[in-house]
């Protein structure tokens, strides 16, 4: 992957006058949708401004340092993300779904089928400490047959009058 140029500017700026133009076309209509546009052009400034300051100080070693090590975490997250793929590719792709817990912490669910039987794969998401990626740190893999009974035990366990009979 490459390092964001001036290319990578002029798109986002054309990207960012296209919103500003939405928004003054909207300025009347939909104030949730022209808040978001807002808050994307907001996000828009913030990304061009770090890449013109990477761009400015390209020549600092403690900035080529971290650009180099940027490119050997992307080539490894790449060969990681690729033998996940072949590993989901075993079975029929059912599909993803994604449980948000906090800012910096969500879940993905992935559901598949092989040979007849519905499994779930469950990933823990992290965001990492650079606030711009996330890694996966968590895999669990399942037969949702499993998963239910998992469940069912839960619910017995949570249920009003498990827990009246545990007190007595």
């Known amino acids: 992957m490459n ?11 054309k990207r960012k006058n296209y919103l500003i133009e939405k928004v003054k076309n909207n300025i009347e209509r939909n104030n949730n949708k022209n808040l978001h546009f807002l808050n994307e052009i907001r996000a828009l400034e913030k990304a061009m401004n770090f890449i013109k300051w990477i761009i400015n100080n390209a020549s600092n070693d403690i900035v080529q340092g971290i650009i180099e090590r940027y490119k050997c975490e992307e080539k490894h997250d790449e060969e990681e993300t690729i033998d ?13 779904l994604h449980e ?4 910096k912490r969500k879940l993905e669910i992935t559901i598949t089928e092989y040979d007849g039987v519905n499994y779930i794969f469950l990933e823990q998401i992290v965001l990492k400490q650079d606030m711009i990626r996330w890694k996966k740190t968590a895999k669990i893999r399942m037969s ?9 035990r839960v619910h ?13």
Do not use: Q, V, W, Y
């Open 156 to 168: 017995e366990i949570t249920s009003p009058s498990c827990i009246k009979t545990a007190k007595m």
């Open 3 to 13: 390092m964001p140029d001036l290319k990578t500017l002029k798109i986002l700026e």
């Open 84 to 96: 996940e793929e072949i590993e989901k590719e075993k079975g029929i792709f059912k599909g993803i």
């Open 100 to 103: 948000k817990f906090t800012n």
């Open 144 to 152: 949702l047959h499993k998963m239910e009974r998992i469940l069912k």
